[in-house]
């Protein structure tokens, strides 16, 4: 037997574990990386959203970890990192009935800046991605360890001790959990609720195909500058949506795969258990000829991944020494693709408190509250906007006209509450901006509060309709109210940003092209 010691050791090497362990590594910590499985391995969590990028740019500049800001522009990624990336210039959302051979409603939301050459936002290929993030770490310095299973944890007053399925010790000062749904500390400690206090209850089944065609062939797009098949689809239906994420829709890429994953509400789509996920897919594709067409000629080129309900929680994310990263704490949805945004945000805060314990050597869970509050509102605002939309899933105008519109609201607050640190460094060029410890981390986004507040509301309406006490139209005329009330929030969030950089525009502007952030923001 052996002990390796290190200051810190991290669970997980996929892109969250990597990205903590070259922040830490370049603020002087020695790192060790350990993880069950080898790269390259599939992963999810693939679409990106600008609120997603922000954070990545603002740990690349305030931590030095320049490798995020290739992750965070789709250029760059498939030009430094690989060209098996899509790109994506918007979100798609289109409504089907069953037996039905076209579809019966549609949204288009272009991404900002993306339309006009900026910078867009990105499919991510994350078998590429986390094995470009891991080489870098170990060429940072970080000692990776993989094709390694804990088998023990004992928590000592002055360290924590792990135990591999080989016999050897590891032993540190602090351990960060990035492991995701397998996570090591929650089900080494116990820390999982048995049975989770969200509210969503969907499964999944999923796969990577090929020859899987463009939805434009058969379904033309709102504009004529753009394709669905630029962006991620979302297909909904009632009761589940399924999304349509390529990774071959630019010119530079040598991908031809496509993510594909069905998403069913527990409810409404029992779990089917007699079937196979391949044959499962191929029932649902008869029931819904205006989806199936788009895959009459595709093929899965890995086995279906099918779960069981895929929400989990855990009852504490922090301890004594310790901290479970976002997705290794809880889960909801792949919806809205809130998964990276969870674990980039989380990150930004982690990275500062970590560092903080290291220099006043207290690693107490006291001090690592913030972060387990900020992540219990990430999960909280995440589970009413997917059990929201699962619920108005039944009808295609309430869910179009009035929840989307509600998330979109959401997602602009959340810009909003990294956006004006970004001005402010961008001006003056001062990193201290881009710290959160001093923001109150565990407020998910602008006026947190208020606006869960509005959400909350929305969702006792969508409950009103599912059992049968509000009609489809009171709900819609309650549902555009409480969204107008978002959109004051956001036109007010904006217009404290102009008036903040209004005499500093010019200089600001500057600061935020260097960072690949000049078309997102006009004045």
């Known amino acids: 037997m052996t ?9 997980g090497a996929g892109i969250a574990g990597t990205t903590l362990a070259l922040a830490l590594r370049r603020q002087g910590l020695d790192v060790h990386l350990i993880d069950r499985h080898t790269h390259p391995r599939f992963a999810t969590g693939e679409s990106t959203l600008p609120t997603t990028s922000f954070w990545m740019k603002l740990i690349a ?4 970890v320049p490798e995020l800001h290739y992750i965070a522009t789709a250029s760059s990624l498939n030009e430094h990192v690989s060209p098996t990336s899509g790109m994506k210039k918007n979100v798609g959302f289109v409504y089907h009935r069953q037996r039905r051979t076209t579809p019966l409603h549609s949204v288009y939301i272009p991404i900002q800046g993306a339309a006009t050459g900026g910078y867009g936002e990105s499919h991510l290929f994350r078998q590429d991605v986390d094995a470009y993030l891991y080489h870098e770490a170990i060429a940072a310095g970080v000692r990776g360890s993989v094709d390694t299973e804990i088998r023990s944890i004992k928590i000592h007053r002055a360290w924590i001790a792990l135990t591999t399925a080989q016999g050897h010790t590891y032993r540190a000062r602090f351990v960060a959990d990035a492991s995701g749904y397998g996570s090591v500390l929650s089900k080494k400690l116990k820390l999982r609720k048995t049975r989770p206090s969200l509210r969503t ?10 020859d899987v065609k463009p939805f434009d062939a058969f379904y033309s797009s709102p504009t004529r500058d753009d394709r669905w098949h630029n962006g991620t689809l979302h297909h909904f239906f009632d009761g589940g949506w399924l999304w349509v994420i390529p990774f071959d829709n630019h010119p530079r890429s040598k991908n031809r795969l496509c993510s594909v994953g069905l998403n069913l509400d527990l409810d409404r789509h029992p779990d089917q258990k007699q079937r196979t996920g391949a044959d499962e897919w191929t029932v649902f594709l008869r029931r819904f000829p205006s989806i199936g067409q788009q895959f009459r000629d595709a093929k ?4 279906w991944t099918v779960t069981k309900r895929l929400q989990y929680e855990n009852k504490q994310t922090v301890g004594d020494r310790y901290w479970i990263s976002p997705q290794a704490g809880g889960n909801v949805d792949a919806l809205y693709s809130r998964g990276l ?10 990275i500062q408190l970590i560092l903080k314990a290291f220099r006043d050597n207290e690693f107490t869970r006291e001090r ?7 992540q219990r509102n990430l999960l909280r605002s995440h589970d009413a906007l997917v059990y929201g939309s699962y619920i108005c899933s039944r009808d295609a105008r309430l869910l179009f006209d009035r929840w989307i519109p509600t ?9 909003m509450h990294v956006f004006p640190h970004l001005a402010r460094y961008a001006d003056s060029g001062k990193v201290r901006h881009l710290d959160f410890d001093r923001a109150h981390p565990e407020r998910c986004f602008v006026r947190y509060e208020d606006s869960m507040d509005v959400l909350d509301r929305c969702v006792l309406i969508a409950e009103a ?11 819609s005329q309650k549902l555009q109210e409480h969204g107008a009330t978002i959109r004051d929030y956001v036109i007010q969030a904006r217009e404290t940003l102009a008036q903040d950089n209004a005499t500093r525009w010019q200089s600001v502007r500057k600061g935020l092209k260097k960072m690949g952030l000049e078309n997102y923001w006009q004045r």
């Open 3 to 11: 002990t390796r010691i290190a200051d810190v050791i991290i669970l």
């Open 61 to 64: 500049e305030r931590w030095k």
């Open 201 to 210: 209850r969907s499964r999944a089944l999923f796969t990577h195909m090929i």
């Open 300 to 303: 899965a080129v890995r086995g």
């Open 341 to 350: 945004l969870h674990t980039f945000q989380g990150m930004a805060a982690a």
């Open 368 to 374: 690592l509250l913030p972060l387990e509050d900020q």
């Open 407 to 415: 998330w979109i609201g959401y997602d602009q607050l959340a810009i």
């Open 465 to 475: 309709v599912e059992r049968g006490r509000m009609s489809i139209g009171q709900a």
